[in-house]
């Protein structure tokens, strides 16, 4: 008997084609269908369902649901959205991801470290003009957040010659990277970081973290980098670091609002480099191996995966 799993998710029609095909060739008696495709009773006994960006509406109309795997390492909207702590949510967790994360970091900090920004708007102005190079140990870098992609990151840069700090809300060691911790720790690691690396999840704690009075505290002309979440930065209070000097320069990768509106002030900025949320995208390949690797130990043996701290959002 084959058992059938509901697929919920608002995402393009390709992206959700190429998930189901992905999932379905690694599993062997269980099949992911589309929401809407299932019959009454299939929806009336579901236990489970795969998730991405998910319609409140369909998980509301599984009564039988226990857990939810979601395609996406953020899951600040699935909680939201989801506030019955009877479903338990287990999140993204794909090796691969941290690998993609920290290859992005590693080459926007080298954006920043090689003065790129300078370079491209010299360019504009048929300037040539050379300046100073800085070596990597050189040019401390601090990161907020030490997840599994913060901890990937944090390796990355250190073996590319950068010292590193990393951050955490809570106490908890590390082998071979320094932390801080709490609000004092914050404040010393933007008081010596030349580029934050921002890397945390969403929650109400961290949410507007980085406001007027921390941008006061960041070390002068420093850089920073968001592959986070676009609510934890004060977008105002960004603009007015920019503008002041204080900031030498931002790379935005996730913003408040997405897509980017077109009369958003940051498109224009000359201290701001734009991405359209492309730092660490999920790998279908890979993701799907690990999401049927959870399915069949969940109908095989009921073993369900660790799953997210509803109290702290992650």
């Given amino acids: 008997m084959t058992i059938i799993v509901p697929f919920c998710g608002r995402i393009t029609p390709r992206e959700r084609q190429e998930s189901l095909e992905s999932i379905n060739a690694c599993l062997n008696n269980i099949r992911v269908m589309p929401f809407e495709d299932l019959t009454d009773g299939e929806r009336r006994t579901a236990r489970m369902a795969v998730v991405a960006n998910p319609d409140p509406a369909d998980l509301s109309d599984l009564p039988m649901l226990e857990w939810v795997q979601s395609l996406w390492a953020g899951v600040e909207r699935l909680v939201?959205?989801?506030?019955?702590?009877?479903?338990?949510?287990v999140r993204m967790t794909d090796p691969q991801l941290?690998?993609?994360?920290?290859?992005?970091?590693?080459?926007?900090?080298?954006?920043?470290?090689?003065?790129?920004?300078?370079?491209?708007?010299?360019?504009?102005?048929?300037?040539?003009?050379?300046h100073p190079l800085v070596l990597p140990q050189d040019r401390p870098v601090g990161i907020l957040g030490m997840g599994n992609l913060?901890?990937?990151?944090?390796?990355?840069?250190?073996?590319?010659?950068?010292?590193?700090t990393g951050w955490s809300r809570t106490p908890w060691a590390t082998a071979d990277i320094p932390m801080t911790y709490g609000p004092s720790g914050l404040e010393a690691l933007l008081r010596q970081s030349a580029i934050v690396v921002v890397l945390l999840p969403l929650t109400p704690q961290t949410r507007g973290l980085l406001d007027d009075w921390r941008f006061g505290q960041i070390r002068e002309g420093a850089s920073l980098i968001n592959f986070a979440r676009g609510p934890i930065i004060d977008q105002a209070a960004l603009g007015r670091a920019l503008d002041r000097g204080h900031l030498s320069h931002a790379v935005l990768d996730v913003f408040e609002r997405e897509p980017l509106p077109k009369d958003d002030?940051?498109?224009?900025?000359?201290?701001?480099?734009?991405?359209?949320?492309?730092?660490?995208?999920?790998?279908?390949?890979t993701a799907s191996q690990l999401v049927a690797r959870n399915l069949q130990a969940f109908y095989d043996q009921g073993v369900i995966p660790a799953c997210v701290q509803r109290d702290v959002g992650y």
């Fill in 150 to 164: 913060g901890r990937a990151a944090a390796q990355r840069l250190k073996e590319n010659g950068f010292p590193v």
């Fill in 80 to 89: 939201e959205e989801m506030p019955n702590p009877a479903i338990r949510i």
């Fill in 265 to 285: 002030w940051l498109w224009s900025h000359p201290k701001v480099t734009v991405l359209p949320h492309i730092s660490a995208p999920t790998q279908t390949g």
């Fill in 98 to 130: 941290a690998l993609t994360m920290s290859e992005a970091v590693l080459a926007w900090t080298l954006y920043l470290h090689r003065d790129m920004p300078l370079y491209r708007e010299q360019q504009t102005k048929a300037r040539w003009c050379q």
